[in-house]
């Protein structure tokens, strides 16, 4: 695939993630909606209940109460109109390209996922395409992303000849190159990567690590699932962008990295087949020069007999 | 890869899946027992401080209040001391072994998901190995599967021509090949477990079907997990235990099939570049093959050359 016909493919791509964002977000947004709506008259009917039921009783302990219950659902029962307004819609333009990406790359978190029927059937037509081109895609990002790789890898060796013309490159067993793909990527995917979870999201740097291994190598348990916090957005403003931003761009890279040292893998492995291939083609190749070459010999055997037999004609003659 | 050295890596995963199973069995387990002694204990300290509340009150309205909280809280407000403990455990071996699973195959549903630092860290290096050995022992199960129906397909068409002389083959498209591939595999892994879930998780069809997807995609979002029910081994007694069975037989095969499938399409990515390669090097052939004439020609020309002359001076002698 030449470069121009990838772009096209990779153009191709981000434009049916907008397309799936936009059916997403149009169909949850809505069902959201709906379903807040519905949580917020359940939660005022509650409320009313409970403030009817306890009736001559001080405010402060009624307040308490309310609390208790509050904390043990894990969701309010007070009379707060305004909570439900205030906290960001989970199904936003972001969270759909985001939900869209990680369908195409089989990621699946499910922290969201489609709510009805309908979104079921279209996300199963959508994946049905969208996995294909993913794969493709990133197939060929893993391939670039090996090229380069070995180039600086060799750019460094021409460096260090330079420097000192005794310098030999290491040779390296099959464990010490996977570990010599595997580092650099680990620090750069993993680690740095889960400094910002950290800081963003308020987790333990254990969970940002885990939560990084656990997309990029596309388990995704969506048990932990950055952007999603209900204060962020306020808390850090226009950097939030950025980082909504960054890890889309992490995702793309760091898949794309795993997709090389996949390939590594495979090569080694496949190498082992071809080598093998390779002797058996060399043995018949060897093989057809010698039938060649005694044919050859046949041939000038033959040619130098009737040569003689001229000869032996004109000396008759003679 | 023989069949001796793949049942052998088949023996060392499943073990491997044992290992990883007994260990999460172990730790979650004892987590998950604290954890319901919490929730219990919060549960009956809420239940005795709403009792507390509505002092003078009739038995009913109060029952229907504890009621109408527990529903919005999708969980039992009640003094109920065995409900707890009937209720089935979510880290059974079962669900640990189903869970070791989706790590390895990446499935990654997440409805169970480790849930302290031990277990995170635990995962990673369970998943380091886990992924690799399963990832090579399904390509080589979807090369088997492959060679299974090639074989299938062929003796199909020696069994037509049997029947029927003039019988000849139908020459499918690219697109033809994927349907042809797909239809059988849809139906058998798809439509027809589907029903089995259906029944047994008294889930829609739709829903089935969108799991089953879902799972073999190993996109795995975990909003929909079979075996997770709390009334089923109540229910279905030792059909439940066939389920269970049932469900990694399924899913061992679908995947396998799956992989299958991807390697048709690559291969037949693959064979465009190679056929590319084939007309390169025949052109090259026939280039040569000329050249070789050419210079055949050339020799014939001066032999004859020769032989004129020789001719000549038996002319020039008699």
Not at 176 to 181: K, N, R, T, V
Not at 208 to 229: K, Q
């Amino acid at each position: 695939m030449s470069l121009k016909q990838w772009l096209a493919l990779l153009a191709f791509y981000v434009s049916y993630l907008f397309f799936g964002a936009s059916v997403f977000y149009h169909f949850e947004h809505k069902l959201e909606t709906q379903k807040r709506a519905e949580a917020k008259q359940n939660q005022l009917s509650l409320n009313d209940l409970l403030l009817k039921s306890f009736k001559p009783m001080d405010v402060s302990l009624r307040d308490s109460i309310l609390n208790e219950i509050s904390s043990f659902c894990e969701k309010s029962v007070h009379n707060d109109t305004t909570e439900y307004l205030e906290k960001p819609y989970i199904w936003n333009f972001y969270h759909s390209f985001f939900f869209s990406f990680t369908v195409c790359s089989t990621v699946g978190y499910g922290n969201i996922s489609p709510t009805n029927t309908f979104g079921r059937m279209f996300m199963i037509l959508y994946a049905l395409v969208g996995i294909p081109v993913n794969g493709i895609l990133f197939a060929y990002l893993g391939e670039f992303f090996g090229s380069m790789f070995t180039g600086l890898y060799r750019l460094y060796h021409l460096y260090q000849k330079n420097l000192n013309k005794h310098y030999k490159p290491h040779q390296f067993g099959f464990l010490a190159q996977i570990l010599l793909y595997f580092c650099p990527g680990i620090v750069l995917f993993i680690f740095i990567p889960a400094c910002l979870f950290s800081y963003f999201e308020n987790w333990e740097y254990s969970i940002s690590v885990y939560y990084a291994f656990v997309t990029l190598t596309t388990i995704g348990f969506g048990d932990f699932v950055p952007t999603f916090g209900s204060l962020q957005e306020q808390q850090f403003g226009v950097f939030f962008r950025c980082y909504q931003v960054f890890i889309i761009f992490w995702f793309i890279t760091g898949l794309g990295y795993l997709v090389m040292v996949m390939g590594f893998l495979a090569k080694g492995m496949r190498s082992k087949k071809i080598a093998k291939l390779e002797t058996l083609v060399a043995s018949n190749l060897r093989s057809r020069n010698e039938r060649l070459w005694q044919s050859i010999q046949r041939d000038r055997i033959f040619v130098r007999s009737i040569f003689d037999e001229l000869y032996l004609l004109n000396y008759k003659v003679f």
